[in-house]
């Protein structure tokens, strides 16, 4: 820092110091450990120690600033000093395996990452014999700093982010810089959505001039009444053209997906909503100026004029101006309760049950407006018909929901047995309806199966609102009943049926789940049925109301020891997994960005947290292509995949990246994921076909004093084990959030073609990466609907 900088700095210290000190000046442990708002206090108190030079039990701000300036203005070796006196608990000059295992506990702790105590026991063994080079069953500094140096990322910017509170903020430094929306990379990046929006904005001109040189008769606020209303017509029809989810699902696989920005249906849906809030404001105003000016010279009062029918306006029975106010109160209605803030607070009932208002908009629309149904019938019939079909296509044949597991954060993991004409593409959504959750609610999920898998689809629920609460709890509380010997002997059928059948899909891991106990290492599995053995049967006997078609069969002799082994090995499986026979029905599937990336040649995969689901479909539909086009040598057993380029798959190059809060939000598709990277255990000639990068945002990063010694031990297991000890994947999960800045120069410097970015997740972090996007060149993709 330059001196002005150190001066602001000296200033932020003591005001920060005076605001914690109590009125002896000096802040004590206590003090302390409250600034810093350490999970763990083993740090809070070896930062304290080291803090308080004169051992008073308390620190002064004179101690406190010489301590900060060592660790921002230091060098490289007073800050690695201080790290080792962390670390050197009793203060002998070394480490030994006890100190440094205690250590690693409250970086595990500080990082929010849980670990038996057998792994525990591995990482300090691993860092300890990396680290101690003369086996004298010590650490010394210089040995410390020998280990550190292999670590070059650490040692490049070490900071105590613990003292984030003595930092003064950052000073926003204008610099002349060209904003975003007027660079060249944004206009080339959105070029069909801004040619479409000036299209439609030049549109909405000419309606309106139109409308207002049309009826020049009737003075200014008529004629700007009528501009509006002519606007009001197109766009109350197109804000419905853009929500014809079949017509858009198949022009998609048409060319004119190139010309017309269909995967941004939703933003322009958005717009066109807002464009009618505002016409209508606009509308009613002028019609309310006009009807003061008129009452003056007329029978009629201004009230008279807006709420009854006495004065005749309108074509049907003088009920423009009654219907003109129940529209705007219904379009504002509509308009609030579709605000963001409504549909991700866990309010989606809110908007869902509102938006549904439209049905009364459209009908007082034709009341009010003597033209409005020429331009709503074409549109309209159209509507209707995907109504039709889509109602009658939800209840064809039977659907039902025949297993379920709940996964950590609330995560609903649906299984549904998937008819015979249902095709969908990777990526797509539909809507489900479950009667005994809510009988008229029909709620939005990406399918997470691929279609390669062919007799369940899969769902996976986050818990974020009403409707999807209730459907947690629903069966929580279900799986709370016992598992019945029959029900055992039901599942010790189907795992001998399974294992007779050729999997067709993915190996066995597609088609079953495992459960397995680390601490005793059991591992069960339980296979599901395919086909129609997947139905009623054994789900109605896990309790569901419909009863089972006929009685199972008792086990024979040799399968009773069996059924008691599967019995006890049960008990903490059905916990969270149970088997079920529950009706639903499904509207759909739609199309999504996301069908573009077979097209691609180099596609990477952005998930946030649930916002996983529309790639775990596409990552297995791509792993099962990939496989047909892999060939192994008999006689040496090399392997290798073809990079040819085909009308099905473009693809020379995955990368899927998978950003998480916690490390139980893993566990979702970690089975998935370990089955992919088994697709890839040959190393290919042009290099890996998919790679996977995860990240924990709740982890501290590798270069803050609290994490070195855990990130450190991670890595130098992992790569002993060949396996993530977060995870169990052979991809090292990375602590902190992805600096995109430095993964988009990577992916740029691969040159495996065209870039294309497809993120789903939060809006936030959509913004961000679109950002990167832009500088790089990259095209991007925000799952949305």
């Known amino acids: 820092m330059g001196s002005d900088e150190d001066a602001r700095w000296l200033e932020w210290v003591a005001k920060q110091f005076e605001s914690i000190a109590g009125e002896d000046k000096e802040i004590d442990l206590h003090e302390f450990k409250t600034a810093l708002k350490v999970k763990e ?52 000059g070394s480490i030994d395996p006890d100190e440094l295992k205690t250590v690693l506990k409250s970086c595990l702790q500080e990082s929010a990452i849980s670990l038996p105590e057998e792994k525990l026991d591995d990482l300090t063994l691993v860092l300890f014999e990396s680290a101690d080079k003369d086996n004298s069953g010590s650490i010394t500094f210089e040995e410390l700093k020998a280990e550190l140096e292999n670590f070059p990322e650490v040692m490049e910017n070490l900071t105590i982010s613990a003292a984030n509170w003595l930092k003064p903020p950052d000073v926003d430094q204008k610099k002349p810089q060209t904003h975003r929306y007027l660079t060249r990379t944004y206009w080339q990046n959105n070029s069909r959505k801004l040619l479409f929006l000036c299209v439609y904005a030049l549109l909405n001109l000419l309606l309106f001039v139109g409308a207002v040189l049309y009826h020049s008769y009737g003075g200014g606020w008529f004629m700007l009444a009528k501009g509006c209303g002519q606007c009001l017509n197109f766009n109350c029809t197109f804000v419905m053209v853009l929500m014809l989810r079949r017509c858009l699902t198949w022009i998609r696989a048409t060319w004119v997906v190139r010309l017309l920005p269909l995967d941004q249906n939703i933003l322009l849906h958005q717009i066109v909503g807002y464009a009618i809030l505002f016409f209508t404001v606009v509308h009613t105003a002028a019609h309310v100026v006009n009807f003061a000016r008129m009452s003056a010279s007329s029978e009629f009062s201004l009230w008279e004029y807006l709420l009854t029918t006495r004065p005749g306006v309108g074509w049907v029975k003088g009920t423009a101006s009654l219907t003109g106010v129940i529209l705007q ?216 109301q419909d009863p089972p078609t006929q009685p199972p069969d008792e086990p024979g002799p040799a399968e009773r020891g069996e059924v008691v082994q599967l019995r006890e090995m049960s008990a903490k499986f059905s916990e969270n997994h149970r088997f079920c026979n529950i009706k639903c029905y499904v509207d759909g599937p739609y199309g999504t960005p996301t069908r573009q990336i077979f097209a691609s040649e180099h596609a990477v995969l952005i998930g946030a947290g649930i916002g996983i689901t529309p790639f775990a479909s596409i990552l297995q539909s791509i792993m099962y292509r990939y496989r047909m086009r892999k060939h192994h040598c008999p006689s040496c057993n090399y392997s290798w995949c073809e990079n040819i380029k085909d009308s099905d798959m473009k693809l020379r190059k995955v990368d899927f990246i998978w950003i998480n809060r916690d490390q139980k939000a893993f566990e979702w598709f970690v089975s998935l994921l370990t089955k992919l990277e088994l697709d890839q255990a040959d190393e290919e000639p042009e290099g890996r076909f998919l790679e996977m990068h995860m990240y924990m945002t709740s982890a501290l990063s590798k270069n803050d004093m609290k994490a070195i010694g855990l990130q450190m031990a991670l890595d130098l297991l992992a790569k002993k084990e060949k396996k993530d000890s977060i995870t169990g994947l052979r991809t090292r999960t990375q602590p902190g959030r992805p600096q995109w800045e430095k993964v988009f120069q990577k992916l740029s410097q691969e040159n495996k073609g065209k870039v294309h970015v497809f993120y789903c997740g939060a809006p936030s972090l959509a913004k961000a990466i679109k950002a990167q996007c832009e500088n790089f060149g990259f095209n991007f993709y925000k799952e949305n609907f």
């Not at 301590?67 to 690695?80: N, P, R, S, V, Y």
């Not at 039901?490 to 088609?511: G, I, V």
Request: hydrophobic fraction near 40%; charge should be neutral.
């Open 329 to 544: 109160l219904l379009i504002f209605l509509m308009v609030i309760c579709s605000s963001t803030f409504v549909r991700r607070s866990g309010h989606f009932e809110v908007f869902y049950w509102t938006h549904l208002s439209y049905i009364w908009v459209w009908i007082l629309l034709i009341i009010h407006c003597a033209n409005f149904w020429k331009w709503f019938v074409v549109p309209g019939l159209v509507f209707l018909l995907e109504k039709i079909v889509g109602n009658a296509v939800s209840r064809m044949g039977g659907l039902y929901i025949v297993e379920v597991n709940l996964l950590p954060s609330k995560v609903t993991h649906l299984v549904i047995r998937r008819p015979q004409f249902f095709q969908f593409k990777p990526g797509d959504y539909i809507y489900i309806n479950i009667p005994k959750i809510a009988k008229y609610e029909w709620h939005p999920f990406t399918i997470s199966s691929a279609p390669e898998q062919p007799d369940t689809l899969w769902l996976h629920v986050r818990s974020m609102g009403q409707w999807t609460n209730r459907l947690y709890e629903y069966f929580r509380q279900t799986e709370s009943q016992d598992l019945h010997p029959k029900n055992l002997t039901t599942s010790l059928k189907r795992h001998r049926q399974q294992e007779k059948k050729d999997d067709m899909f993915n190996s066995s891991d597609a088609n079953r789940a495992v459960a397995s106990n680390k601490d005793d290492s059991i591992e069960l599995t339980l296979f599901r049925q395919n086909g129609s053995e997947s139905g009623a049967g054994a789900a109605s006997e896990s309790g569901s």
């Open 41 to 92: 206090s083993f740090f809070a108190e070896r930062f304290f120690s080291l803090f308080d030079a004169d051992r008073s039990g308390s620190i002064s701000l004179e101690e406190l600033l010489k301590a900060l300036d060592l660790l921002i203005h230091g060098t490289e070796t007073d800050k690695l000093r201080f790290l080792f006196q962390v670390y050197d608990v009793d203060g002998s």
